[in-house]
């Protein structure tokens, strides 16, 4: 049988110290003597008063971390405009935001500030407003926005001098320099590659990079810069829900007659991890997913030695991860690539999905039963369900799992990434005439689900985006599936390749997802061709309360 299989790889000077306060940055016009006009001869222009001066925009929104531009016009008293003049920009507090000799205000703290630009001892201000940033994580952009052209990343960090450079692209282009905040404090302007020196060295930081387009368009990314290991605070989770990545080969039994673990896995030896990437830190993140999944199936999954422990082993031959639900203890998967560089964390958490979701419910679980060339549009939709839904929990809660912002940073932007892979997936299923499909023929080399499952996850998060919540929502997806029993087995007919067996698949993930937003689903699905029995689906969805 053809396998599903996703990795998703991560995002493959001069600078000064700010002091609080009132601070004049820039430089005045150099002077010199000169010959007194004739009162024949006019004056130099730019020797004219200055009149007036208006600073543009007046007012100027940011959040904390976030750059803009101002820019001052100097007008004499005919109104003329006076060009080449020197412009002097202050910051009434500093606290809040700095600007720079060039205008540029850097936003370092909620509050409103006034910035001051003068101009031959006349002035102009703008007003300042600075919000905390926002603190939710979603996919709405991957899913229905404009993918970034802007994609930078930590080239080398060295520990000893806090010598950092960042290379990185933009393929709109843009005139305009970038802007920095280096998460330090600090501010520059400049192109790639990008250098600056940090002064303490002992932690890590997220730089954002702001690109400026034609207009008032723009954009940024957060990049990740580490020195050192994550400063995790470690929170509670429970001891039979750990996840281990073993220095020694466990041995995996099946419990699935038939199944067996592929030859040749490994265990993952010390040369994967370092100082900037603990195991043990892996491990936790892992472990905090892993009470996260449960969650989802309100731990309604098979008991594997009294708990769920899972492992994760090395396979190196196999270029991506996959999921091993069957074995005990309950393990995945993953190429040595996974944990060299920035893990790849979405991809983990879907193999997890399907250690869970194929575990559950415990008294019938559907691994071992929906197998076969028609599982994809329950196991795979659910698997990209679940890792979305992992990442926004712990990303926009990552306070409450102990995860630093380098750390939450590397997982939302594993997890965009897998998002885009989602919104790519589904816009082809569109642009191909929506050819629905449950059955992947192992006579032909492509997969002829793909799409289908794809748009079944994508419709499920487009939805979770709207109620700015994964959890609740999934959590009754599966509580409807935890009710699969034999007669949903018997209609499910994972060895049949027709059209009743085709059109209960579709309408009991319709169903499902319908009921874990309460909301009827079926014009939607309908719309993209999903085939639908209205009283198999009254059926599943009145079957909880």
Known sequence: MKQHRFAHAGLARTSRRIAAGWLLVGATACSRDVAAPSTTTPPDSTAAAVASVAVTPSTLSLTVSETGQLSALAKDQAGNTLAGRTVVWASRDTTIATVTSGGLVAARAPGSVAVVGTVGGKSDSAVVSVAAQALAFNFTRELLGTSRSLSAAEQSADPVSGLVTIEGGDTRQPATPFSIAWGDGDYTSGWFPMTHTYRDAAKNYVVRITAYYSGTSTDYTDVPVRFVAPQISPAAYPASLAVSIPTQLPVLTSREPGYLPPPGLVAFDDSYFGAVLPRADVEYVLSQAAAVEAGIVENDMES????????????????????????????????????????????????????????????????????????AIVSEALAQMFQHAVAFELVNNATRYGLPADLALDIANSAR???????????????????FSTWND????????????????????????????????????????????????????????????????ATLMVAAVSYGFRQDLRAEFRALNFPIDDATFTTLYGSLP
């Open 442 to 505: 192992p006579a032909t080399p492509g997969d002829e689900t793909f799409g289908t499952f794809m748009t079944v996850a994508r419709q499920f998060m487009v939805h979770a985006e709207q109620a700015q919540s994964y959890l609740a929502p999934l959590t009754r997806v599966m509580r409807l599936l935890r009710r699969f029993d034999q007669a949903m087995l018997d209609a499910y007919a994972p060895q049949a390749n027709d059209a009743a067996a085709s059109t209960f698949r």
């Open 304 to 375: 594997v030695d009294g708990g769920f422990r899972q492992v994760v082993l090395r396979d190196p031959v196999n270029g991506g991860a996959y999921s091993l639900w069957f074995t005990s203890p309950v393990a995945f998967g993953a190429n040595g690539a996974y944990f060299q560089g920035t893990p790849g964390w979405s991809s983990l958490f879907h193999e997890m999905g399907h250690n869970f979701s194929l575990n559950a419910p415990a008294a019938f679980r559907l691994g071992g039963r929906i197998d076969g060339c028609a599982n």
């Open 417 to 435: 990434a897998s998002a885009g892979v989602v919104r790519a997936a589904y816009d082809a299923y569109l642009s191909r005439g929506k050819p």
